[in-house]
Each structure stands twice: as structure tokens, then as C-alpha cells.
């Protein structure tokens, strides 16, 4: 009699959990979500597995107390795909299954599902509002084509008509959005480029099988065309595709992109933006829908039928989470497409030097699309600005400042890219050189310009520390405390002081919020922007055809970053800003200030040659035996102190098995050495053979959970992105 339920929790331990099964619940298939006692408290965890014996005396086993069957299992894809996750990333299996599940349904509370799509009803079918009720009248027939996202809908502002259509009874909120009729597509497809084709030529056939493609298209070349195509292809054979993307800011825009191209299909989106009950239901529909549109949490979402996996930006570092679960949602989608046998599709102007290099060896298909695909549109010319021959006034040199005024004169648009939000990187005193410490973090407290009601804050970005502006130096008592260095609101500031006609919009963590990029899209577009000033949050994924100039302000510090892959990193980046500029038939250009002109990036960043550069880094990774030549592995630790941290790393290398093809290296300080009070340290290990190196941390892991004494945390980071 198998009447032992073996049950996965979101706990550290690497193991299940027996429980007894009462008599009347005497079949629980795997993958089931039930309720169970644990310490003192009531958990959901996945049941796995039935036994009739345990190690523990069965007497002594707890009770199951109930099977949640108001919401699905998860299915046995999910648990393979959680199973190979816990191998590779060396997880406990049971936080993973918990991490995988939206947060209503993690809960024993009864499962209310919310209602997140507007539907059309019959009445709405005929519904013939006033003339002058015109979003309304749009709305209804945005309805007629395919129902929307209450999401979509706030970022367009419709909520309110949205209630309206509710109240007169011709829309009605459901929670997963009703089999609408497949109806004739809205936008038609505009013919594909000749490159298109080559790429649709080589990808059409291969839909049938697993294997890894990377269309390597520069900004513009139509990548998404050919996605929409690929997808098409797939919603024939009746199967769903997964297209992964790197932001939450960019779905309103894409989401709608899809929806016109497929309309009557179901679309879901699924990012942690969502609220909580959006997030559950999406995830609960996302099982039948045709297409589903997502951020890195979307990889574990249940598709039962899926055909195509799309990884868009497929370099950008968002695919990798940095806590908890440090997985590569990239790379976990290549391990979902093989367990399915259906293709992944990475795509990006900028491959990760990972992809480019399995493409050159043959592994991936590589697939290149060199051309924008509107005919007109060129790649935008590229120049630095010499900082060490130009001065600099207020981060901003003369041609800069020209460049900006003439595009303003031509009444055409501008972005200004400076990696850096607050309004000064630190406060500082000149007379003892005291820089705004964290009192909590190895890191600069961050000037932040406050408004009429708020002074101006000193924060910092990495444990959230806020303080007032001290009146002196805390070091020396000088009054005369200074301002160093810019962020982008002082940029902004300084930019409305020289160009007073121009209209100026921030984008940065501090004005965006998800929901913003909608209207910011439409501003733009309506020419009621002139420069675009911010972050790397502006160089992602928008189109905006009457922006020609992209200035670059101040990234020099990634040229010679301790981090190897900072060049890598600064080169995407730019390529990105660069391919905002000339995006339609106006001829784009770009504007560097640099005091390193004569740095080979550059040089190829000049001529667009993100092969030639990749090749370079390549062979410097090769020679410095740097990944993606070797694989990584590291284990952090933190602590009070950062002795204890140090002598928590050194016992778990003298505890690292004998490996002749993996490299322990020594521990030290973590770059960022202290966050928020605790001390970090970290140890590398590498291997030329990921084989090995899986090997080496499967026997190494038990080890380090027996290490004492404990430190506060301590963590693997497989594949790690960031030191
Ligand atoms: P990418 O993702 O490669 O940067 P997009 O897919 O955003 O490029 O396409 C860039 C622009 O080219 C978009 O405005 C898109 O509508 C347009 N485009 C794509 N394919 C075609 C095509 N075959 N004919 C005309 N325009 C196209
Ligand atoms: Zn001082
Ligand atoms: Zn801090």
C-alpha cells in the first residue's frame, strides 16, 4: 500500500518530505499542489511521489490535510524542467517548484481567480454608442477584434472607458480571455526583406526539432517580423509559442504589436509588474493560449502544447536572476526546448559572447541579417568627441551641445545617454575629501534633487539608505560641502538651462513607472518630446522614427572595468543607443564623448562590427581562459565580519574534492564588499569542461552545508553574470 506522500517545499534543504495520506486521499498524481503541517506552521508544497514505507517510522509522519485541487497540478514538463534546474544550479527541487508558481496559488487561502480580460457581450456586439463617446466607439471595436488586458487597458489610460462599456452592459470582465473566432488579421504582414526570407527559408523547416538558432540582426533588420512569422507558422500547427523578452517596460507596446498582428488569438503576458491575482490568472491561462509573452519568470510557466521558444535580446543580462534561484532564463529555455524537441530562437544586434561562440563552432545556427529592413533607414554614422582635446562644461562639450541645438532646429529628436540616475553620483568636501559614504555599503551615497515639498536626499542604490544633505562635513566641519560628477537629473537640468525651447523628458528608474511607457511611447511619437534624457532604460526596443541623434555621455569607466565583461556589456549598450538613431528614412547620428578614442571597441563600434569585435574579445577570453572558454562557478558567503566570510570560504576550498580539470581559486572580498551591513566574499571555481565542473559542485555542495561555523548566507551562482 502506497500511502506515503512524498512532498517538495520551499525550504534549503536539498530533500522531500514524507507525509501520511489519510484514506480518502488515496491517489495524488505528481505535480499536485497540497497542504501540509510543517514546524508549527501550514505550507503548500508539491506532492512528487507515493511510497509505502519511510524512513522515518510511519507513525511518526504527520498528515497530509489536503489536496488543493481548486487549482491545476503542475504538469510533468514543469517538473522535468524544475528537476533539471535543481541539477544544474545545485537548488533545492522544492524551492524551485514554489519559486515556478504565481503567488495566489502558493497560498492554502481558497483560490479566487481574478478577472483580469475585458470581454465584448452580446449586447457589445451590436452596441452603437454616441458619436462623441469616440474612445468608447474604439474600445468596442478594439473588443470586436480580441479581448484586452485590464493591464493594457490602465497603460493606455482606457480604464475608465473600460468601466464605462462594464456599466452599459456591452463588456464584462472575465478571467481567462474566452476562444475568440480566429478573424482576419488586421495588420497584414508587410512583405519580407530579401533577408527575411533567406532567415524564414532556413527556419521554417527546422520547426519541427529541437535545436538553438541565433539571428544575429542589426537594430532594425525586422527580427520581430521574422518571429511573427515563425509564430504564425506554429499557431497553424495548433501549438503555442513562449517569446521571452528582457523588460517589463517594453510588453505594453509589443503586446499590442502581437494582438494587431493575431488578433482573436490568445495572448498572455506574464512579468512580476503584474499585481498579484493578474500575475496568478495570466499564469493560469497562459496553459491555453497561442502565444505567451513574458519576462525570465515566464520560462516556467505551463504550456502544455508549446511549438517555439523566442529568446528576444537574448544577450541582455535581466534574463539572469540575481537572487535566490540564480538561473539564466536564456539557458533554461534551451533546456525546455530540448526536453520538448522544439526549436529556440535567440535573437540579438549584440549576441552574448555565450551564443556567438557555440554559433561559430556549429552548435547553434547562425543567422544574420546585416540590413535594416526599411529600406531607407541607415545605420547611423558614429563619432567621438575627443574629451581630452575638448573641453567639458558641465559633463556637456561645444559639438555635443551643437549637435543637440542643430536637431532641434530641424525640429527632429534627440536622446541623451548618461548610465547614471540622481542628480550627482556623490557629495564631496574639498578640504578633507570626505565622499558621502554608505554608512552600510562599501558604496557613495547618491545626491538626489528633491522637489518644492521634498529637499534634496542623499541615497544609496544599493541597500535603500536615505538621509537629508548634512549642513557640514561630517569629517571636517566645512561648510562648503560640493557636488560631484553628474546623473541624469542634473543632466536634465543642466540641458533646459542652454536649450530653454526644448521639451525634455527623463527616463530613468525614478520617473518610470511600468505603466508610464505607453503614454511616453505616444509623446514621442507625437512629437511632444524634443530630447530624450536617461539611462540605459532608454536604449531598449523602441522605434521612434523621427529620432536622428544619440549622444553618449561619460561610460568610459566600463573601458577599463576590473569586470571582463564590461567591454562586452558597454559595447551592446551602445550599439543599442546607436540603433535609436535613424531608425525611418532620416539618416541617424551618434555622438560619443570620450577621453579613450584610440580603444579598439570604438573602432569597432565605427563600423558597426560586432563580429570583428566579438572575434577580438573571443580570443582574449581564450587567452586569458575566461568564459565563455571556461565555465564559472561562485560561492558566495556573507557575514558580520568579513574574517568569518573569508574563513568560511577557505574551509570549503579545503574541503573541494580532488578535481585535476577544475581550478579552486582563493577567496577574497567581494568587489561591492559590504551591502546593508553584511561583509561579502566570494570564491571562484572553474573548469574548461562544464561536465567536470558539474561534477566537482555535486560532490562539493553537501560539504559546505556541514562547514561551521555558519555565516549569515551563503549561495552557488552557477554561470555567474555579475561579481
Ligand atoms: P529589430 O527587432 O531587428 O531591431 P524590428 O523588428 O523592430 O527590428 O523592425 C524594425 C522596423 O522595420 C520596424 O519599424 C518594422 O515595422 C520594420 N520592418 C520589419 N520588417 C519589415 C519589412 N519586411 N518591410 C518593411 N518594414 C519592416
Ligand atoms: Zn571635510
Ligand atoms: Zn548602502
Keep these: 500500500m502506497s500511502s506515503i506522500l512524498q512532498v517538495a517545499l520551499d525550504t534549503p534543504l536539498h530533500r522531500l518530505f514524507d507525509y501520511r495520506l489519510p484514506d480518502d486521499m488515496v491517489n495524488v498524481p505528481p505535480g499536485s499542489l497540497v497542504e501540509i503541517p510543517f514546524g508549527r506552521t501550514l505550507q503548500v508544497g508539491v506532492a512528487l511521489g507515493q511510497t509505502a514505507d519511510s524512513s522515518i517510522g510511519t507513525d511518526k509522519l504527520r498528515n497530509v490535510i489536503r489536496v488543493l485541487d481548486d487549482r491545476p497540478a503542475l504538469s510533468p514538463e514543469i517538473l522535468r524542467l524544475a528537476k533539471f534546474c535543481a541539477d544544474y544550479y545545485h537548488y533545492p527541487l522544492g524551492a524551485i517548484l514554489l519559486a515556478t508558481l504565481p503567488p495566489r496559488l502558493k497560498n492554502a487561502l481558497p483560490f479566487v481567480a481574478d478577472t483580469p480580460w475585458l470581454v465584448l457581450t452580446e449586447a457589445g ?12 466607439r474604439t474600445l468596442l471595436d478594439d473588443l470586436r477584434m480580441a479581448p484586452q488586458s485590464r493591464d493594457l487597458l490602465r497603460a493606455q489610460k482606457r480604464g475608465r472607458h473600460a468601466a464605462a462599456l462594464v456599466a452599459a452592459g456591452w463588456a464584462a470582465w472575465t478571467r481567462v480571455p474566452p476562444q475568440a473566432s480566429v478573424a482576419q488579421q488586421t495588420t497584414p504582414p508587410p512583405p519580407a526583406t530579401p533577408e527575411q526570407l533567406a532567415a524564414l527559408e532556413r527556419l521554417l523547416p527546422a520547426l519541427a526539432h529541437f535545436k538553438v538558432h541565433l539571428i544575429h540582426g542589426v537594430t532594425g533588420s525586422g527580427k520581430t517580423e521574422i518571429y511573427l512569422r515563425l509564430i504564425d507558422a506554429v499557431l497553424i500547427q495548433g501549438r503555442q509559442s513562449l517569446v521571452l523578452i528582457p523588460e517589463i517596460a517594453l510588453t505594453p507596446q509589443l503586446e499590442l504589436h502581437f494582438r494587431k498582428r493575431f488578433p482573436g488569438r490568445r495572448i498572455v503576458t506574464l512579468h512580476s509588474g503584474l499585481a498579484e491575482g493578474a500575475r496568478t ?28 521558444i523566442v529568446v528576444d535580446e537574448e544577450h541582455d543580462a535581466s534574463f539572469k536572476q540575481q537572487d535566490g534561484l540564480r538561473y539564466s532564463a536564456r539557458d533554461v529555455a534551451i533546456a525546455r526546448g530540448k526536453q520538448h524537441d522544439v526549436p529556440v530562437v535567440l535573437g540579438s544586434a549584440t549576441p552574448s559572447l555565450e551564443s556567438y561562440a557555440q554559433a561559430l563552432a ?10 535594416r529592413a526599411v529600406s531607407a533607414a541607415q545605420l547611423p554614422a558614429i563619432e567621438l568627441i575627443d574629451l581630452k582635446h575638448v573641453p567639458v562644461d558641465n559633463g556637456l562639450t561645444r559639438p555635443a551641445l551643437q549637435a543637440l541645438t542643430e536637431t532641434l532646429a530641424r525640429g527632429e529628436q534627440s536622446l541623451v545617454f548618461l548610465n547614471r540616475r540622481g542628480y550627482a553620483p556623490a557629495l564631496y568636501c574639498p578640504s578633507c575629501a570626505w565622499v558621502s559614504p554608505c554608512p552600510r555599503c562599501s558604496a557613495r551615497l547618491v545626491l538626489h534633487r528633491g522637489h518644492s515639498t521634498r529637499p534634496h536626499r542623499l541615497k544609496c542604490h544599493h541597500c535603500g539608505f536615505e538621509t537629508h544633505i548634512p549642513t557640514e562635513c561630517p569629517g571636517c566641519g566645512n561648510p562648503d560641502l560640493k557636488t560631484l560628477g553628474q546623473g541624469t537629473q542634473r543632466l536634465e537640468e543642466t540641458l533646459g538651462a542652454l536649450l530653454p525651447a526644448a521639451r525634455i523628458r527623463r527616463i530613468d528608474r525614478d520617473t518610470m513607472r511600468p505603466r508610464a511607457w505607453a503614454e511616453l511611447g505616444e509623446a514621442v511619437h507625437g512629437g511632444a518630446i524634443d530630447i530624450l534624457v536617461g539611462t540605459q532604460m532608454l536604449a531598449k526596443g523602441h522605434d521612434f522614427p523621427n529620432m536622428t541623434l544619440a549622444l553618449i555621455l561619460d561610460t568610459d569607466g566600463a573601458l577599463y572595468s576590473p569586470d571582463f565583461r564590461a567591454t562586452e556589456r558597454l559595447f551592446a549598450q551602445l550599439m543599442q543607443v546607436a540603433g535609436r538613431a535613424g531608425r525611418a528614412d532620416k539618416p541617424g547620428h551618434v555622438l560619443i564623448q570620450t577621453a579613450f578614442p584610440d580603444h579598439p571597441l570604438f573602432r569597432y563600434l565605427q563600423r558597426h562590427d560586432y563580429a570583428g569585435y566579438a572575434r577580438e574579445l573571443l580570443a582574449e577570453r581564450k ?19 568579513m574574517d568569518s566570510a573569508l574563513a568560511f570560504l577557505q574551509r570549503a576550498a579545503a574541503l573541494a574534492p580532488d578535481a585535476a580539470d577544475v581550478s579552486v581559486f582563493s577567496a577574497t572580498p567581494a568587489p561591492m564588499a559590504r551591502v546593508a551591513n553584511l561583509e561579502r566574499a566570494q570564491l571562484l571555481i572553474q573548469s574548461a569542461s562544464r561536465q567536470a565542473l558539474q561534477a566537482f559542485v555535486r560532490d562539493w555542495r553537501p560539504q559546505l552545508e556541514s562547514i561551521k561555523p555558519r555565516v549569515a548566507r551563503w549561495s552557488l551562482d552557477v554561470d555567474p553574470l555579475v561579481f
Excluded at 456586439?125 to 468608447?136: S, T
Design 125 to 136: 456586439r451590436l452596441a452603437d454608442p454616441p458619436a462623441r463617446a469616440r474612445v468608447q
Design 281 to 308: 490568472a495570466n499564469w493560469l491561462a497562459a496553459a491555453d493560449c497561442d502565444v505567451l509573452l513574458g519576462t525570465r519568470l515566464s520560462v516556467f510557466a505551463p504550456l502544455p502544447r508549446l511549438g517555439l
Design 362 to 371: 556549429g552548435r547553434y545556427q547562425l543567422i544574420e541579417l546585416k540590413q
Design 623 to 641: 587567452q586569458l581562459e575566461l568564459p565563455p572558454v571556461t565555465r564559472q562557478v561562485l560561492l558566495r558567503a556573507e557575514a558580520t565580519t
